[in-house]
């Protein structure tokens, strides 16, 4: 259990700034694509209130709160994962390395998320972006990982000296 909780707490900063970063991105591109600002976060509820979720365009409770609390699980846990595979790498505290080892990992949750997620679990948001677009949130996802494993490594080394 400690290990989880570990694993979990080194998530939290680059989830979080992951998701931030990646959610102002796909607002911007749902805006372009789709005329909605909101509607791509509001499509990532579908895992609770169905497809209805993907034809919401303005902000609410029901559909853009829990389609970001979603998204931001989402980023916590694959930076949770990024720390627990690449830890070694982001001690280092490289921008290269630790650049290279999150956009790895944001190809990798495109990846595992539209190719080996049933559908019904899928992000959503595609129904909302274009494949350009979708690319760019991934690639935002890609760099808050990066930066928030940059900014937890040089906290920790302080924390430590």
Not at 68 to 94: N, T
Not at 145 to 154: D, E, F, T, V
Request: hydrophobic content about 50%; some cysteine; glycine content about 10%.
């Amino acid at each position: 259990m400690d290990n989880w909780k570990l694993m979990i707490g080194k998530g939290m900063l680059p989830g979080a700034l992951a998701s931030v970063a990646s959610a102002a991105v796909l607002a911007a591109r749902a805006k372009k694509d789709s005329g909605s600002v909101f509607g791509g976060v509001n499509a990532v509820s579908h895992w609770l209130w169905g497809d209805k979720a993907f034809r919401r365009d303005g902000a609410s409770w029901k559909y853009t709160l829990v389609g970001y609390v979603i998204h931001h699980a989402s980023g916590v846990f694959w930076a949770s994962l990024l720390e627990q595979a690449a830890g070694k790498v982001l001690a280092r505290r490289s921008p290269k390395s630790t650049l290279a080892a999150s956009v790895t990992a944001a190809a990798v949750a495109c990846f595992v998320d539209y190719q080996l997620t049933p559908k019904r679990l899928q992000p959503g948001f595609e129904e909302r972006v274009s494949r350009g677009s979708l690319a760019l949130v991934y690639a935002a996802f890609g760099l808050g990982l990066a930066a928030g494993a940059l900014l937890n490594h040089r906290k920790r080394e302080r924390a430590v000296t």
